[in-house]
């Protein structure tokens, strides 16, 4: 609490010097804007104190360093242009709770003290884990350096959520757009704090929901995409029909969501695509990939004895098995075996990838803002396997984020304790001539 308080008190008397009339953080608050201040610290009053600013359309309360965010499921008129540069080369606690305040303070303390930076993003699914972090991306995006090629990686950027959601993110009962993936991106930034580019270390997706998904819920949002949004020599191109009700692997129940436009959002994944730099016959190979896996679906096999009693499998319908061998390149011999043989082989695998005489050369030191935006947990009465690890991971993620944020705080005070130590030697005197006066 010393410290949030110092901090608060130090840049009330800095604006009060300077004589300019600037908003402090306890200026006209609705509530508590900064948890730390907090007394009695109660699980009621900490909640109240929420609900309070909640009530009045304020969604960002600070707990130190830390923001929580309160999704209002609306759009709230708090991210323009305007309030971009309101925010921009701000102290963090000088404007009300805001994540512009932390996207600024992140992005300036890696560009001005060469400071490296991760911004943690959990919470419960539906919270708006992934709006924040595409807040935090766009508002970076905004404050950083100009020009045709800096504003060339700041759109690839961007526009690699549309793809990664497509891809990732499912209706679920609790979210109409649930990541179902959590992923750690880096973005490197040169010297002067202009990004050069963006690479996703980790991306854990719910494998599992391809070819099962619970009542009430959607397959990931690509499938519908595509045969929503596809024209139809497309779709004749991937051996697809139109209709959701022909494939196995898409709920039907579901299939359509109130308010969202899967066709329109197949067209912005396809520009997102190009883009992000994928070249047109990679997109058609994506997409051939995706018409496999639907069509796999479909896939029914039959029973078949040898001579020495041992039962075997084998396909029902080769035409469907050619098709998909066609889409996928191989023999489809091959693919039947896949299906009814099984193989298990443990190895290292690794992968390689070229590099451009850039990338090889270069020695300089780049700087990095990572983002960790995970899966949101959920809890019902019976939690699947995937929702448990998912619970699990997050349990995990939240108690060291606590760890670090309260060792944080801890040495914070420390600091200032040592300080204030230094400056009352300075005002002090010997008893003895006190005791003279």
């Known amino acids: 609490m010393t410290t949030a308080i110092t901090n608060r008190t130090f840049v009330f008397l800095r604006d009060m010097s300077k004589m300019e009339v600037k908003t402090s953080l306890l200026d006209n608050m609705i509530g508590l804007g900064d948890m730390v201040l907090l007394e009695p610290l109660t699980e009621e009053s900490f909640i109240a104190n929420l609900r309070k600013r909640f009530d009045h359309n304020e969604i960002y309360t600070y707990i130190g360093s830390v923001v929580i965010s309160i999704n209002p499921y609306r759009s709230l008129p708090i991210y323009t242009p305007d309030k971009v540069e309101e925010y921009r080369n701000r102290n963090f ?40 972090s595409k807040l935090v991306m766009s508002y970076v995006a905004a404050v950083c350096g100009k020009g045709a090629e800096v504003n060339q990686v700041k759109e690839q950027l961007l526009q690699s959520n549309p793809v990664l959601e497509a891809f990732g993110n499912a209706k679920t009962v609790r979210n109409d757009n649930s990541s179902r993936f959590g992923k750690y991106m880096d973005v490197e930034f040169d010297f002067k704090g202009d990004p050069l580019g963006g690479v996703i270390s980790n991306y854990l997706l719910e494998k599992s929901r391809v070819v099962k998904q619970p009542r009430g819920e959607r397959n990931f949002h690509i499938f519908y995409q595509l045969l ?15 209709d959701f009700s022909k494939y196995n692997y898409l709920s039907l129940d579901s299939a359509t969501v109130t308010g969202v436009d899967d066709a329109a959002s197949f067209r912005t994944v396809r520009n997102a695509m190009q883009i992000v730099g994928f070249m047109d016959d990679e997109t058609q190979s994506v997409l051939e990939l995706v018409g496999a896996v639907l069509k796999l679906g479909n896939i029914e096999f039959k029973p078949e004895s040898r001579v020495n009693d041992i039962d075997e499998s084998r396909v029902k319908d080769k035409n469907e098995l050619k098709e998909i061998c066609e889409l996928l390149g191989i023999e489809q011999s091959v693919l039947e075996r896949a299906f009814s043989f099984r193989t298990v082989e443990a190895k290292q695998e690794k992968v390689s990838t070229t590099l451009n005489v850039a990338q090889a050369q270069t020695k ?46 801890q040495e914070e005070y420390i600091r200032e304790v040592t300080s204030i130590c230094a400056s009352f030697s300075l005002w002090s005197f010997p008893y003895t001539s006190l005791k003279q006066q």
């Open 364 to 409: 300089k030191r780049k700087k990095v803002m990572g983002v960790l935006d995970i899966y949101g947990f959920e809890i019902f009465e019976e939690n699947s396997f995937e929702q448990f690890i998912i619970n699990y991971c997050n349990e995990k993620l939240q108690q060291i984020f606590i760890e670090l944020t309260l060792r944080e705080e």
């Open 93 to 132: 606690y000088e404007l009300s709770p805001h994540i512009y305040a932390l996207a600024d303070e992140a992005y300036r303390s890696l560009r001005d003290q060469d400071k490296d930076q991760c911004i943690l993003i959990t919470g419960e699914s539906g919270a708006g884990k992934t709006e924040a």
């Open 228 to 242: 929503s949004g596809a024209s139809e020599d497309m779709l004749k191109k991937l051996k697809l029909e139109r």
